[in-house]
């Protein structure tokens, strides 16, 4: 497997688990998903919040890359998250939709990417505004690490509020 499709691969675990995640919080309540579970992010709706925020700041600095990745254009629209802890979306139904829209956009993003690209270095600024210069593939590599991390925390926070994500193993969906 290339890394370039490794990446595909990871793009598409998280969008099934991001899936698998969602429809087990959907079967909790509103003031379930808030109530604060002292998790970093305080709550299970705060957690899946600073995915998406992170996802978003990460993806806008890929927009960046030299390859100009068009998947990468409607992201354009967003502005970037200047705090990582925000809860943008209070309610799940609609964190859900711009969590499917962003995973749609990680997905084709993902299939675009080749393997010189992943050779190169993309220089951006990080949340405090400190200049950085990094692997392009090493960064892909957090991207996604970022989100399994994540993920973990909010599959405990379900199940403790007794809901079950079921199967999570990444190799379920290795050939």
Do not use: C
């Not at 688990?17 to 970093?40: P, Q, T, V």
């Not at 209070?90 to 499917?100: C, D, G």
């Not at 829209?101 to 220089?123: H, M």
């Amino acid at each position: 497997m290339t890394r370039a499709e490794h990446i595909s691969l990871m793009a598409t675990y998280n969008q099934w688990m991001n899936l698998k995640i969602y429809e087990a919080a959907r079967g909790l309540s509103d003031e379930a998903l808030l109530a604060d579970r002292s998790a970093f992010f305080g709550s299970i709706i705060g957690t899946l919040n600073h995915l998406t925020l992170g996802d978003t700041v990460w993806l806008k600095r890929f927009a960046e890359h030299p390859a100009q990745y068009a998947a990468l254009t409607p992201l354009s629209i967003l502005d970037t998250p200047k705090r990582l802890d925000q809860l943008v979306f209070a309610n799940i139904r609609e964190l859900q939709a711009q969590r499917v829209w962003l995973d749609q956009i990680i997905l084709d993003w993902a299939q675009s990417v080749s393997e010189p690209d992943l050779d190169q270095r993309l220089r951006y600024h990080n949340m405090r505004g400190v200049a950085a210069d990094k692997n392009f593939y090493s960064l892909v590599t957090h991207f996604f690490n970022h989100q399994t991390h994540h993920r973990g925390q909010v599959t405990t926070l379900l199940t403790q509020a007794g809901r079950d994500v079921g199967d999570t193993d990444l190799l379920r969906l290795i050939d």
